[in-house]
């Protein structure tokens, strides 16, 4: 079982190997509201550690999504693209976003574990 | 300037409200089921919303103030049946739109209902325009509540008896403990509806009846996504002073018998563009993905020249996908024209389509 990790801008990310599965915390989805649009990286591009990967739409505005980690989409979700409703009901599970094979596994230190996330999403929930 | 709470404040917060201002006032953004699902209960059931935060302006007189508001408003008032609502504007000399509004004539007068946003300023220009010459009353100590969708006739029959007999953009007083409350069948939903003005005190107590009929509450959020699958503008986004009533595509609430005399606020304007048109006019857009086209989105004709912008854009949760209106120029404007929406630096197709979203289902009432 490897280490679930959170990253300041309410991305959690699963490290298995050299493939990092990414998707958005139960905590922004609640910030978020119904979320009505999902759009992800393309397949085979490379994102780049804090930069944009994707944007995600309640009823009420756009995010963006970043990446925690740099690496190359290796898989998409296509299924929230789909139903974005998906990404409401199961966040941190199911509705992932994207999978990465990651360059650097040392980009991982910086991010929270989920005592110093959650105390995190306390204090910032805005 | 503090912002202001109105008499549902406490059964938002036991509702588990999220607050967000609007127009000075801490108002329900949504509650805890959110905003789609709000939307669809209302849609399918009946939702219950507070909108106390409009402005309800009691103008009293008679034959004389009738006369006084034609020269404003660009309605048949002297026709205009007592208890009888009518949807109009606040124009400018130049027909540039100042409010909506929706007019009823009452036994002593006028009520009108303005924008929150608008009602302080209306206020103002309606008492300039007619010399203070009435008695204007712009009433805080009552409070709107809106109920909206296909339960709400027998819902809010059970609690006010005799409402389900009302027709359609019309309303009466009835009594509620003791209270007198106007109720008018009106609303922004496309759905069935009434709108209640009731004393602020007794508000609280209403809107919970209301409740344990089946109705419940619904926010702003879900009042903006029904609102735009009907088809209906917001002040302030959609309408505004660089806008008239016909660039608008609001013509049909022009009185024609008006028209042939023009002589109110803005009339030349308004014939001129009737007679010659417009070079913008409101329009529905469909993207055609999923793609969301929000306010100020740009739009493009299939030549990538920008012809216009959105006004009002989101996810509408009946019609399953993304809705929007906005302004084109007039040689773009017909049904099926294909458009391209600039959304984070890409262009996504979409068309130009007819008004509502989602089919009305208002009902004429009883007779």
Known sequence: ?126 | METKKTSLYQLHQDCNAKFVEFAGYQMPIQYSEGIVEEHKFTRNHSGIFDVSHMGQLFIYGGDELIRDLEKIFPLDLKNLKLNHSKYSFLMDKDAGIQDDLIITKIDEGFLIILNAACKDNDFKILKELLNEKYKMVLDENRSLIAIQGPKSSQILNDVVDGVKDLNFMSGNWFVFENQKVYITRSGYTGEDGFEISVPNNFADKLTRELIDKGSKLVGLGARDTLRLEAGLCLYGHDLDKNKTPVEANLKWAISKERISKGDFIGSDIIIKQLNDGVTKIRVGIKPEGRIIAREKTKIFNQSDVHIGEITSGTFGPSVNGPVAMGYVENEFSKKNTKVFLEVRGKKYAANICSLPFYKKSYVKGAN
């Open chain 1, 1 to 126: 079982m490897s280490e679930v990790k959170y990253s300041k801008e309410h991305e959690w990310i699963k490290l298995e190997g050299d493939v990092a599965t990414i998707g958005i915390t139960k905590h922004a989805t609640e910030m978020l509201g119904d979320i009505v649009f999902a759009e992800l990286p393309e397949k085979g591009s490379n994102v780049e550690k804090d930069g944009t990967a994707g944007v995600v739409e309640s009823t009420k505005a756009a995010s963006d999504v970043y990446t925690p980690v740099s690496g190359e989409v290796v898989d998409t979700n296509q299924e929230i693209v789909d139903d974005p409703s998906k990404i409401n009901q199961d966040p941190e599970n199911s509705a992932w976003f994207f999978k990465l094979k990651i360059k650097d596994k040392s980009e991982m230190d910086s991010l929270m574990n989920k005592d110093d996330y959650d105390k995190f999403a306390k204090e910032n929930n805005t």
